[in-house]
């Protein structure tokens, strides 16, 4: 059974950073491609960023391009996203997703609780 936990977010000051973490357990973990998507209050659920099984492959939504990055350790289960240069426009609840093809398409069911990111002074 697929799980993901999401942990690291936070309150931050405008142009401050974060780092947010996906743990997973349940499955063949270096064979899913994660994606991190976020929901802000009153808003769609948006993709942010991706990342393939073997890390060959990631891509980004214009919104992180230049600011977020995302990582894996397939020992540890974990994806990784470096989000820098925070603005209010990224506070939101940040989640996880795990699928098995490439690109994400955020359409499975395996998602995380979410963690709640807010920025702001």
């Known amino acids: 059974q697929v799980q993901l936990v999401e942990s690291g977010g936070g309150l931050v000051e405008p142009g401050g950073s974060l780092r947010l973490y996906c743990v997973a357990t349940?499955?063949?973990?270096?064979?899913?491609?994660v994606g991190w998507y976020r929901q802000a209050q009153g808003k769609a659920r948006e993709f942010l960023a991706g990342i393939s099984g073997a890390a060959t492959r990631t891509n980004y939504a214009p919104t992180a391009k230049g600011r977020f990055t995302i990582s894996r350790d397939n020992a540890k289960n974990t994806v990784i996203l470096q989000m820098d240069n925070l603005s209010p426009e990224d506070t939101a609840v940040y989640y996880c997703n795990a699928e098995r093809v490439w690109p994400p398409t955020g359409t499975t069911d395996a998602w995380g609780q979410g963690t709640q990111v807010t920025v702001s002074s």
């Open positions: 349940g499955f063949s973990f270096e064979t899913y491609t």
